[in-house]
């Protein structure tokens, strides 16, 4: 597996905002926790799988309406998988990949740092739905592949958002993670 820099780019911010905290006074507990980077109630869990199950459906019904030629394109993410056979170590590759070089620097980033700094400057409405917002713009990449996949743009955003909520909700970035992994894994499972 390849070295995981966007994970540790997406990372970087956080990293600077706990040196700060910590010189500010705070502690390590509330310095991770103004990140999001604490533990979770179990009850956050179960809500990330209703999530994930939101987000894969409107996910589904989008990859409808998306040319198949473009989804064999070697610029989308999906054809990494291309070939691979369904198996065991097959869904442990994809969920290794998936959870820890997409889904995990993406969360710290968006919903940890970035969504926790909007939300504390403008509200839960306003704060989460610019990030989510934000969470679009790398995501609009996929438009200069083809403009036919604009459709998965509108799951992209709602993702973002459901997210950004489990961050709120939960204080952690933990059920955003755990659904944001599940989804992206079922996506890739299901274009084997």
Known sequence: MEFP?????????SLILLGVLRRKGKTWREA????????SRPIYLLWALGVAAVIGGLAWIALQF???????????????????APSL???????????????????VFFRGWLGGWLVRRFGFGVGNTVQALIFLLPHLLLLTIGFGFWPILIPQFVAGWLQGWLRDRSGSILPGWFA?????????????
């Open 5 to 13: 820099l966007q994970l540790i780019v997406l990372s970087i911010p």
């Open 32 to 39: 991770f926790a103004s990140v999001g980077w604490q533990g």
């Open 66 to 84: 998306i040319p198949s030629e473009l989804m064999q394109s070697e610029n989308v993410n999906l054809a990494s998988y291309a070939g691979l």
């Open 89 to 107: 170590t097959t869904f442990l590759f994809i969920l290794l990949r998936e959870g820890i070089y997409t889904a995990l620097g993406e969360e």
């Open 180 to 192: 944001h992994t599940l989804t992206n894994v079922l996506s890739s499972w299901s274009s084997l």
